[in-house]
């Protein structure tokens, strides 16, 4: 997967930004100057407007969706979606503060009101629906495995007594728990830990989301994915449970991003590989055609 940044390691996770500079949208969600809020159909909650800033709890060592560049600022899909809100919900894209979140601490963030809202790679699973309220779906993967080139696994079957490398609170975790007993998980809070343990032979895999796994894979030569994805559901920003007004706005906001088919235009901007595309293409949601949360548990042996 080609990106136009190369990740940031060592990162240190709970740091926050605002991001860099980026055109506001326009009524019809095209790219314009700044200018005033955009209508999504639903309001603003009135604690967020008052604030002038949209709080979001985002990734910062998971390229291409989000993480920190070359330059020291938050990038990537989810980050420029963000930043597509805060034109929206302020006529300012730079309306914004961005909190770096991992896979185990964003709930908490979450919950504890120190974020707005979660866009954080986050699957939908129904356990996570209990504690928070999802979006809905702006787009979706399946867990795969990263291994080095000269390993002779090709299926998660053949990790059987091994030791396997994962993030806590990830969807690759939470499968491995459930479905292979048997596999002792080496857990680390960030990617970059992940894939420094990987690279010293700490595990047999690296077990994570298919499209972060190919960007890896792309920058070290040595590492290739392998296996049938598991596990796979749709992506969903998590807001606090029962805050209905602000669930409204957000699901307002992405139904107007997907009427004028801004996942997929940015998903091309951020990787540019046309067969990467191609492979992906019915990942986002685009015009007159949605992702939706299956109906029971994700997790499936």
């Not at 801004?262 to 949601?285: G, I, L, M, N």
Request: with cysteine; glycine share 10%; proline share 6%.
């Amino acid at each position: 997967m080609v990106v136009g940044a190369v990740m940031a390691l060592a990162l240190a996770a709970g740091c926050s930004s605002s991001g860099g500079s980026h055109p506001a949208a326009g009524s019809d969600g095209s790219t314009a100057a700044v200018g005033g809020p955009v209508d999504v159909g639903a309001p603003l909650p009135a604690e967020v407007e008052s604030r002038g800033k949209l709080t979001v709890g985002v990734k910062c060592d998971y390229p291409p969706f989000g993480y920190i560049d070359e330059s020291s600022k938050n990038a990537g899909f989810e980050i420029d979606i963000a930043h597509r809100m805060a034109s929206y919900a302020f006529g300012d894209p730079d309306a914004l503060t961005l909190t770096c979140v991992t896979g185990s601490n964003r709930v908490s963030f979450l919950t504890s009101k120190r974020i707005d809202l979660i866009e954080a790679t986050m699957n939908y699973t129904p356990e996570r629906a209990r504690t928070i309220d999802f979006s809905t779906p702006y787009f979706a993967s399946g867990v795969k495995l990263l291994v080095p080139k000269n390993s002779p696994i090709t299926s998660f079957r053949q990790l059987a007594g091994k030791s396997v490398i994962s993030t806590s609170g990830a969807t690759a975790s939470l499968w491995l728990t459930r479905c292979m007993k048997d596999v002792k998980q080496t857990l680390f809070t960030q990617t970059s830990q992940a894939l420094s343990a990987l690279n010293q032979n700490r595990g047999a895999a690296f077990a994570q989301d298919d499209t972060l796994l190919l960007d890896l894979a792309a920058k070290n030569p040595g590492l290739k994915v392998v296996g049938d994805a598991k596990a796979d559901s749709p992506w969903g920003m998590g807001v606090r449970k029962g805050d209905t007004r602000m669930l409204a706005w957000v699901n307002g906001a992405l139904a107007h991003m997907q009427k004028s088919d801004y996942f997929w235009s940015e998903f091309r901007k951020t990787v540019t590989d046309p067969s990467v595309q191609r492979q992906f293409a019915t990942y986002v949601p685009r015009p007159g055609r949605g992702l939706a949360y299956p109906s029971g548990s994700t997790v499936q042996c």
